[in-house]
Every structure is written in structure tokens, then in C-alpha cells.
């Protein structure tokens, strides 16, 4: 069906016009504000959202209702105008109407050169641009001609067997629909998904009358800015360039004149010093009656200015913070307006680490730094891999011939790619710095052997899935292992904005921090505490491992205790940083959770090595490891199951816990430990665990002669555990929802394996999301909500939180909010961000509560 075209859908801007971003685009609406400010914008038509999907959709466009609010014979351009200039659009068209009689016309006012060079050059773009005719058939000679010209438009004829079109409205139709199609292709939708533009994002058009930039005086087009885009820092930053048209390369002209004076060359200011001045009090106006630093196309026409667009200025993320600052420290806009300008999506860009400069580099091969930041992790080849590994918590590097878009979830799910083929404006490297990902393209040496799973680099190594390499995607070099990083540099914006944040939020953030350096990255971000430690980490480390196996093939419970007290100085050293970093911090240390046989060797080698290390004969170590297998080992002797079953691992801990708080207590702020009980299903579970930790506190405070407190708490991740959560709370002063596992068991679907088919169950609509990566607020939620509900059933001061994977995602920090959760334990990395989306959450609440 026909879209009935009104005349709000092709708008002619002027100050009252009935016009609005969301229908006619950031960029009509800000002309209008422009004209609004009275400044000189040439008469523009703005084209809507709807008017151009109907375009694309095969309507044509209603030229003769465009072209009556020009003159008769008009050379117009015509712009995108979505709704967030970030989000990109198609490139612009210039000279729209340019034709045989109007280069003749322009011959006599412009001279036959400048003429000629307009006339072809705007031959050579529609031809491109709008026909889609090979750009190898369409050079502009360096010396153009009325033969090169008339050649050129034979090219064309012969090419679309067709004239070159002499009619205005017929280019300004072709234009029209090139455009609008060109924002409805696979690749343009992708990229400004990936920039946050939801699936639905439309497309408005500007129609404008060309400025002409030639003249006999001071004539040209430029741009200008008042703030610089990368660092945010105040400065005129612009190119003028004398007689040439404003199109996108302005800047990258040869002839490109600065704006400002300046020793290097002539420049705008000294030329035209009216222009010059009236565009750095337009620059002024913006900035406090738009209250947005703009960038601004202008063009001088014998020395007159006119302005032909303003934009929000494109920005990196660390220049949005301090704009955003900088114009709320000057009283432009309200502290609690600059903390809702900045994504916290944006804000994760500002908190890449690097590799640390004198950290020793085994380098393997080099390719196209095409995203910032650095990042290692385990080696995979598919993107349902990296999801595998991501839903187990372990950082990865996604190895690639190219990427498409299948694997955007797998790039998602993984700490950074790699690909083979690919350019800065590859796939893989646009949708990587798209999303804050390290990302190397084009690294053409890499050996890639998708079946085998391996890598051959340059000198010869080999490695394979699971081997650990780091991703450097500043310099663009993979290296082997795991290499020392530098924490990001964040300025005083960054820290003023979050301050600001932290004065409206009111909901606490905690870290997940198993280690000194998180623990130490959680504090850099101002984490209120740590809310989750897990505490089998710390036994994978150095010689650890061999302890844990000992204690493993230990038959007796004095075996078990003698080895244990081995490794509980070490824990008790573990704790001890941690408690001094955090500085009375809250730190919440989850008891020993995953089940034994993932500290065993699996191969033949492994187990004669292990045979070897402990004395004992090959057969003995394979009887055990057969002896701990089990069908599901995520359901089986895991977590509280083994406190409850081989209790000296608990008690070893819980002792670890209580001498370091003591060994703290006597050094600095007093802590109060949080001791969490993981996978909990039933209270005489927390019972049991409570009796024998309230024990060993007795027996630390007798030896020590020291006072301390701590609390105990469950972690819900079972749904029994959230369904009996009214009597688990009597004996757990906190409840903290696990949500991975908690996900897993309420869809009976396994974390390390949903990655395989989630793409599947996504695209066909069966789940909204992955629901490891956005929390399910249908289902889960509804557990979480019905626990908390019953929790404080059983204890009304119950403290309550999650700590899953998605602690750090808007949606989930929306959801415990509305819950009146205590806080939200995340990623270090994540603390700001989740910062920043909780002030927001809380700002918006205020405008419009619920
Ligand atoms: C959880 O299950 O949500 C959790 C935080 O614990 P883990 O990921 O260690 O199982
Ligand atoms: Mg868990």
C-alpha cells in the first residue's frame, strides 16, 4: 500500500516548522535550530523517516513538493539525517540539477575550467554514487575538457543506455531513492546496530539549495569545531578551502587553508576576518543555546557567510566525558544532564588496558591495528566457542579468516579477535571498535587451520584451541601467552562525571575480584567492596595445583587436614591483600564451589605426571580420576555438596578467612568478612556450614585472643535455593543471586554448551536474547524476585544482590533497583560502567517515576 505523503513528511525548515529528531532526524532538527538562532542556512526541505522508507520501499518521491520552495533551475545537496549522527547514513550528493544548460550558465559566471570540473565531477558521482556504474570508467582528469566532458557523458549514455538525466527533479528522484536504499542494506543496518541504532532506525533526508563556494572573492568551503573531537579539549580545530565545494574530504584538500591565523600558511581569519569572526560567535551561540558543541559546514561566497549544517560534534568516547563536564562545570547544562549525555557504553572505550611498555613481548605475527586496547585469552575458532567459554567465565581470542555477521555474538562473547583478511573498514574492525573489542585484521602471515583448530605463526610455532596468546590491538601484534598490562588512564573528567553519578545513585556496585590486581582494578573504579571472590581460582595458581591433587588422593580425613594446612597460609596471605586493597571494604569470599576432578589431569601424560609427583602407581591415580567422574559434574559434588562432604576444605578456609582478618584488624580499618556458601539447595545446608564456620571463629578468636565479626550468606543459584529462601535466611545474613547458574537450572540448559545452538534459538526468535548475556527478567527474574521476596520473609533485613555475569548490564541493575536490591556486584572493568547506567536508572526514575 501507497504511504499517503503529508506535507509534515516533506517539511520545509524554517523556525515554526512542525519538526521533531525522531521523524525528521538529528540533522534537520538541528538546521532548524540553526535557523532558529538566525543563522544564514540556505532554504532546505527536510524529508521524513516514513517518507523515505516508503521511497525505499519502491514509492516515488513527490518531487514537485520538494522543488516549489526553490528557485527554477536549482542545484541543491541532499544529506542523511538520522536520528543520531552516529549512527552514519549514505555519503551526501552535491550539485543535485547540475546540467548541460547550467554548465553552460556557469561557464559564463564561473569560467569554462571551474564549470567544466563541477559539471564532471558531479557526473562522475551520480554515476557511481546513484547509477552504480564502475568508478574505473569515471576518472576526472586533472585537466578537464569540453572533450573529456562530452566523453564522459557518452560513457554514461552507452553505460545505461540512457542520456545522462537533464532534468532536475529526475536526479533528485534517482539521488532520493539511492540513498534511501543504501540505508536499508545488510551492512549499513549491522554497522549502526553495532553503534547502538535499534532495528528499526530510519533515515531522514535533507534537501538543500547549494552554496555556491566560487566566486571572484574570498569563496570556499570549510568546517569548523570549537572543541577538539578526540581529547575534548578547547580549540578552533577547521580547514577552509578556497573554491571548492563542501564535500566530505574538505579536510583532506591539498589546498586546505587554516581557519585561526597561523604562521604555517594563509588562513580564513586573515582573508576574511568578518566570516571568520561571525563563525566563532556562532561557535559561542551552540555551545550555550543549543547547549552541544556542533561542528558546522559553512561556506564564504565573496567574502558572505552562509552555514549549510551543524552537527553534534562527532566525538571519542574520552572527548564525550569531558564535553559533557566542560559544559556543566561552565552552567550550561545540569550536573545530572552531563552524567545522562555519556553511554555508559562509550564510557567502557575509556577503560581499555595496554600493554604494559616494558613487559617482555613474544611476538608471533603482526597485522592491522584495527581497535584499540589489549586483551589475552584462550585461543577459539568459532564463535559458538567463544560463547561456550564466555558462559564459563574464561576470557578467549576469536581467530578468524573474516568475520560476517554470524559471528557479532561470538565477538561479543570473546576478549579479542584476530582475523586474516580485512582492512580498517573490515567487518570484524569496524564492529570491534564498534564495541570496545581489541581487534587485529588482515594479519595475512597467521597459518590458520579451522578443522585442526591451530595456528601456524611466521618462525614456525604452532598453537592450538585453549592456548593462550594476547591480543594487542593498538600496535596490531598477537603475542604468546599472557603478557602484563597497563591499566587505562583516566582523566579528572572521567572521575568528575562518576563522582556526579555516584551522587545520584542509589543502588550499591561491588566487584567480582578473585585477585590482587582485580581487587586493586575494582578499587581504582570506586567499587563499594568486592561482592564476589571465588575462591577456586586461587588454587589453579603455581604449585597450588599439585597441593589440591595431594588433598584429592588423600584416603583420610588426617590426609586431607595435613595437606590442607599447606595450602592455608597461602589462602590466609591471599586474603589478607585482599582485605588491605579493599580497605575495610566489604569483601564477600565464596567458599571452594567447583567439583574436584577439574583440579585432575585428564590425559595419559598428565596422569603419569601426576602418578609421579604424588608416588603413587599410574592405575591409583586413573581408579581416582574414574572414581570422581561424573555425568554431570554441574549437578553433582560441587559447591556446598563437597563442604557438606569433605568438610576440611571448608574449615580450612573459613580458618584462612578469620587469621587474616584478625592479622588485618591489627594493621588498619577493621573488616568484617562475608563468607559465601555456593550452590546451596537446602537450609540445613547453610545449618551444617554455619555450625562448623561459628566453630572455627570460636577456635581463632581462643587462640588469637581477638575479637571479630563476620556474616554469613548463601548464594541463590539453585532455584530451590530462591524458592526456599524464607527459611535459608534465618541462618544467611546476605542472599547473593548467582545468576549463570541460576540461568542454567532454570532453563535446564548448560552454560558450557548453549553456545552451540544459542544463535539458532536467537535468530528464530525462540529466546529474545542470550539469556547468559541479558538476564531473562521473564523467567529468572521472576526466581530472583519471588526469592528476595521470601528472603526477607525470613530475615526483613536481609542484604540482597546478584552477582552473575550480568551484574553489570543496565537491564539487570533496572531490574534490582525496582527490587530494592542492595547492590550489584560485576567485572572490574565494568564497576563504572555500571556506575554510570545505575545514575542513569536513577535520574530517569526521578523524571518519571514509576
Ligand atoms: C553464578 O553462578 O552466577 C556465579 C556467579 O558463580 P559461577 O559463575 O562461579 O558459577
Ligand atoms: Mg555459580
Given amino acids: 500500500m501507497q504511504k499517503v505523503i503529508t506535507l509534515k513528511d516533506l517539511c520545509l525548515v524554517t523556525k515554526t516548522a512542525p519538526m521533531a529528531a525522531d521523524i525528521h532526524g538529528g540533522r534537520a532538527k538541528c538546521l532548524q535550530r540553526l535557523i532558529r538562532l538566525d543563522m544564514p542556512v540556505p532554504t532546505t526541505v527536510a524529508i521524513s523517516f516514513d517518507a523515505v522508507r516508503a521511497i525505499a520501499a519502491g514509492q516515488g518521491a513527490d518531487i514537485p513538493q520538494i522543488l516549489r520552495h526553490f528557485e527554477e533551475t536549482p542545484l541543491l545537496s541532499v544529506r542523511p539525517s538520522s536520528m543520531d549522527p552516529d549512527w552514519g547514513g549514505p555519503g551526501a550528493m552535491l550539485n543535485i540539477g547540475l546540467n548541460d544548460a547550467k554548465h553552460a550558465e556557469l561557464c559564463q559566471s564561473l569560467g569554462e575550467d571551474v564549470a567544466t570540473r563541477l559539471y564532471m565531477r558531479h557526473i562522475q558521482s551520480f554515476a557511481v554514487e546513484v547509477a552504480r556504474?564502475?568508478?574505473?570508467?569515471?576518472?576526472?582528469?586533472?585537466?578537464?575538457?569540453?572533450?573529456?566532458?562530452?566523453?564522459?557523458?557518452?560513457?554514461?549514455?552507452?553505460?545505461?543506455?540512457?542520456?545522462?538525466?537533464?532534468?532536475?527533479?529526475?536526479?533528485?528522484?534517482?539521488?532520493?531513492?539511492?540513498?534511501?536504499?543504501?540505508?536499508?542494506?545488510?551492512?549499513?543496518?549491522?554497522?549502526?546496530?553495532?553503534?547502538?541504532?535499534?532495528?528499526d532506525a530510519g533515515?531522514?533526508?535533507?534537501?538543500?539549495?547549494?552554496?555556491?563556494?566560487?566566486?571572484?572573492?574570498?569563496?570556499?568551503?570549510?568546517?569548523?569545531?570549537?572543541?577538539?573531537?578526540?581529547?575534548?579539549?578547547?580549540?578552533?580545530?577547521?580547514?577552509?578551502?578556497?573554491?571548492?565545494?563542501?564535500?566530505?574530504?574538505?579536510?583532506?584538500?591539498?589546498?586546505?587553508?587554516?581557519l585561526s591565523r597561523d604562521k604555517r600558511g594563509p588562513s580564513l581569519e586573515e582573508q576574511a576576518p568578518e566570516a571568520y569572526q561571525k563563525l566563532i560567535e556562532y561557535g559561542e551561540l551552540v555551545r550555550t543555546r543549543l547547549r552541544e558543541e556542533m561542528e558546522i559546514k559553512f561556506v564564504v561566497r565573496d567574502g558572505a557567510l552562509s552555514i549549510l549544517d551543524g552537527i553534534r560534534l562527532p566525538r571519542s568516547s574520552r572527548a564525550a566525558v569531558r564535553i559533557a563536564v566542560d559544559l556543566a562545570e561552565t552552567g550550561v547544562i545540569a550536573k545530572e544532564e552531563a552524567v545522562m549525555r555519556v553511554k555508559?557504553?562509550?564510557?567502557?572505550?575509556?577503560?581499555?588496558?595496554?600493554?604494559?611498555?616494558?613487559?617482555?613481548?613474544?611476538?608471533?605475527?603482526?597485522?592491522?591495528?584495527?581497535?584499540?586496547?589489549?586483551?589475552s585469552g584462550r585461543l577459539v575458532f568459532s564463535g559458538?566457542?567463544?560463547?561456550?567459554?564466555?558462559?564459563?567465565?574464561?576470557?578467549?581470542?576469536?581467530?578468524?579468516?573474516?568475520?560476517?555477521?554470524?559471528d557479532i555474538r561470538g565477538m561479543h562473547a570473546s576478549a579479542a579477535v584476530v582475523t586474516l583478511r580485512g582492512g580498517v573498514t573490515s567487518h570484524a574492525a569496524v564492529i570491534g571498535r564498534g564495541i570496545g573489542l581489541p581487534c587485529i585484521v588482515g594479519a595475512a602471515d597467521l597459518d590458520v587451520d579451522e578443522r585442526k583448530r591451530c595456528i601456524k605463526v611466521p618462525d614456525g610455532r604452532s598453537f592450538s584451541a585453549g592456548d593462550m596468546v594476547t591480543v594487542d590491538g593498538t600496535t596490531g601484534q598477537l603475542l604468546a601467552g599472557e603478557t602484563a598490562m597497563l591499566e587505562a588512564a583516566l582523566d579528572d573528567g572521567f572521575q568528575t562525571l562518576l563522582s556526579w553519578a555516584d551522587e545520584v545513585r542509589d543502588i550499591g556496585i561491588r566487584a567480582n575480584a578473585d585477585t590482587p590486581a582485580d581487587a586493586q582494578t575494582a578499587r581504582n573504579f570506586a567499587a563499594e567492596g568486592i561482592g564476589l571472590c571465588r575462591t577456586e581460582h586461587m588454587f589453579f595458581d603455581g604449585d597450588r595445583i599439585d597441593l589440591m591433587r595431594e588433598m584429592i588422593f588423600a584416603e583420610t580425613s588426617e590426609g586431607r587436614a595435613a595437606v590442607l594446612e599447606r595450602l592455608l597460609p597461602l589462602q590466609r596471605s591471599d586474603f589478607t591483600e585482599l582485605f588491605r586493597i579493599m580497605q575495610g571494604q566489604p569483601v564477600c569470599i565464596r567458599l571452594f564451589d567447583p567439583p574436584l576432578h577439574e583440579f585432575l589431569p585428564v590425559g595419559k601424560a598428565g596422569m603419569r605426571e601426576l602418578a609421579e609427583l604424588l608416588d603413587v602407581p599410574l592405575a591409583q591415580v586413573t581408579a581416582r580420576v574414574d572414581d570422581l567422574s561424573e555425568y554431570n559434574p554441574m549437578l553433582g559434588m560441587r559447591g556446598v555438596r563437597l563442604g557438606i562432604t569433605v568438610p576440611e576444605i571448608y574449615e580450612m578456609q573459613a580458618r584462612a578467612i578469620f587469621e587474616a582478618t584478625v592479622a588485618i584488624n591489627a594493621e588498619a580499618e577493621a573488616v568484617v568478612p562475608e563468607i559465601m556458601i555456593p550452590l546451596v539447595s537446602a537450609m540445613r545446608e547453610v545449618e551444617l556450614v554455619q555450625s562448623r564456620v561459628d566453630s572455627v571463629a570460636a577456635a581463632v578468636h581462643a587462640e588469637t585472643g581477638v575479637e571479630f565479626d563476620y556474616r554469613l550468606g548463601v548464594m541463590v543459584e539453585t532455584p530451590r535455593a530462591a524458592l526456599r529462601a524464607a527459611d535459608i535466611a534465618e541462618h544467611a545474613a546476605f542472599l547473593s543471586f548467582g545468576t549463570n547458574d541460576l540461568t542454567q537450572m532454570t532453563y535446564g540448559l548448560s552454560r558450557d554448551d548453549a553456545g552451540k545452538f544459542m544463535s539458532d534459538y536467537v535468530n528464530q526468535h525462540v529466546y529474545a536474547e542470550d539469556p547468559f548475556h541479558t538476564l531473562d527478567l521473564e523467567g529468572v527474574g521472576e526466581l530472583l524476585q519471588l526469592g528476595a521476596e521470601r528472603g526477607r520473609q525470613g530475615r526483613p533485613d536481609v542484604t540482597l544482590s546478584i552477582c552473575g555475569e550480568h551484574g553489570g548490564d543496565t537491564n539487570a541493575i533496572a531490574f534490582c533497583r525496582a527490587q530494592k536490591f542492595d547492590y550489584v556486584s560485576c567485572s572490574p572493568f565494568r564497576v563504572p560502567v555500571a556506575r554510570l547506567s545505575a545514575a542513569q536508572l536513577a535520574i530517569e526514575d526521578k523524571k518519571d517515576p514509576r
Fill in 384 to 406: 559458538s566457542e567463544a560463547q561456550a567459554s564466555a558462559a564459563r567465565g574464561e576470557a578467549c581470542v576469536l581467530v578468524r579468516r573474516e568475520t560476517t555477521p554470524e
Fill in 344 to 375: 555508559p557504553a562509550a564510557l567502557s572505550e575509556l577503560l581499555h588496558r595496554q600493554v604494559d611498555s616494558s613487559a617482555k613481548r613474544d611476538f608471533l605475527v603482526r597485522g592491522i591495528a584495527a581497535s584499540p586496547g589489549a586483551a
Fill in 203 to 258: 533515515l531522514g533526508l535533507v534537501v538543500q539549495e547549494m552554496a555556491l563556494a566560487l566566486g571572484a572573492g574570498v569563496s570556499g568551503s570549510g568546517v569548523v569545531q570549537f572543541v577538539d573531537g578526540t581529547t575534548g579539549c578547547k580549540q578552533v580545530i577547521g580547514r577552509f578551502v578556497p573554491q571548492a565545494a563542501p564535500t566530505a574530504s574538505l579536510r583532506d584538500s591539498k589546498n586546505a587553508e587554516f
Fill in 133 to 199: 556504474l564502475d568508478p574505473e570508467e569515471f576518472y576526472l582528469p586533472d585537466h578537464p575538457s569540453q572533450d573529456a566532458l562530452k566523453a564522459m557523458l557518452a560513457t554514461y549514455e552507452s553505460e545505461m543506455d540512457a542520456e545522462f538525466p537533464q532534468d532536475a527533479g529526475e536526479q533528485l528522484s534517482e539521488v532520493l531513492r539511492s540513498m534511501a536504499r543504501a540505508w536499508e542494506g545488510t551492512t549499513a543496518r549491522l554497522l549502526r546496530q553495532a553503534k547502538g541504532a535499534p532495528a
